[in-house]
């Protein structure tokens, strides 16, 4: 059976994706900085009737809870086949590039960037060990250098200095990643799920959470023909993207 990590998946796009890969037979480990938070969710989904998930403490902010979470996994599997740096904040909007304290910068790149970072270091071992494993950053159109400088795009006014900038940095690592692991059989992309209906966008998104996981998974289960160091999303649906 194969197994699938999610960061920030006691609710919102995480906690979706975890229900998309028991229904497509994974073991999902459920990754949660709050620990009732997360054996909530997982207990949620054991009454929907997916007995192959377990909540797993995880702050990726925080260096000994991610070297606990890994010891914790190792003694349950030695085999990663997925995992997904969810776990994202934004910082709170306007966030104007002058005048946002800088804090609020390292709290955001913190969770978004070097949390999806030291998480894929710590669990890298564990994937190394599976035949197809697959490695899906959860980025946002924001974080398109290409996107945010094209006037026609719907979100060209959402400026920020903060979160935008963390995004990129992640797709930046996404691709420097893929490139080292290009002789493996890893796969590593970043995926935009959309404007999403959750508690991040105060639930104001035009995608639900549902279309959003079916936009992670298709990063997640890509077969060996598949791309690596991508970044996939509805707005930058091109020939080269296949979707
Ligand atoms: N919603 C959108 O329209 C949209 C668009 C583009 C990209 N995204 C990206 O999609 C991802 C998920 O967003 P969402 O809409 O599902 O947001 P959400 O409903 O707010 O969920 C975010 C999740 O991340 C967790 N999290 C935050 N900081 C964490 C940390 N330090 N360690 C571990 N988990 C942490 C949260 O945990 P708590 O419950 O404990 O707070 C929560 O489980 C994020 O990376 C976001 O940037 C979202």
Redesign the pocket.
């Known amino acids: 059976m194969k197994k699938a990590l999610i960061?920030?998946?006691?609710?919102?796009?995480?906690?979706?994706t975890a229900r998309q890969l028991l229904q497509h037979g994974y073991f999902v480990y459920l990754?949660?900085?709050?620990r009732q938070?997360g054996e909530q969710?997982a207990g949620q989904l054991r009454a929907e009737g997916y007995s192959q998930v377990e909540a797993l403490h995880?702050?990726?902010?925080?260096s000994t809870?991610i070297a606990a979470a890994r010891q914790a996994l190792g003694q349950r599997t030695a085999v990663l086949d997925v995992l997904i740096?969810?776990?994202?904040?934004?910082g709170g909007y306007p966030q104007p590039a002058l005048e946002t304290p800088l804090h609020t910068f390292r709290e955001v790149f913190?969770?978004?960037v070097f949390?999806a970072i030291e998480v894929t270091q710590a669990f890298c071992d564990l994937l190394r060990e599976s035949s197809a494993p697959r490695i899906v950053n959860?980025?946002?159109?924001?974080?398109s250098l290409t996107l945010q400088n094209d006037p026609r795009w719907r979100f060209y006014a959402v400026k920020g200095g903060v979160?935008p900038a963390?995004?990129t940095a992640l797709n930046a690592y996404t691709i420097a990643l893929a490139y080292e692991l290009r002789e493996t059989h890893f796969k590593v992309n970043a995926v935009?799920?959309?404007?999403?209906?959750?508690?991040?966008?105060d639930h104001?998104?035009d995608?639900s959470?549902s279309e959003?996981a079916a936009r992670v998974l298709q990063a997640a289960l890509l077969g060996p023909e598949g791309p690596s160091g991508q970044f996939f999303?509805q707005e930058v649906g091109t020939d080269r993207n296949p979707w």
């Open positions: 960061t920030g998946a006691n609710k919102g796009i995480g906690f979706e990754g949660s900085r709050d938070r969710a995880l702050d990726v902010t925080d809870c740096n969810n776990a994202g904040i934004s913190n969770t978004n949390g959860v980025s946002s159109g924001l974080g979160y963390s995004k935009c799920p959309g404007y999403v209906d959750t508690d991040f966008t104001l998104g995608s959470p959003a999303g």
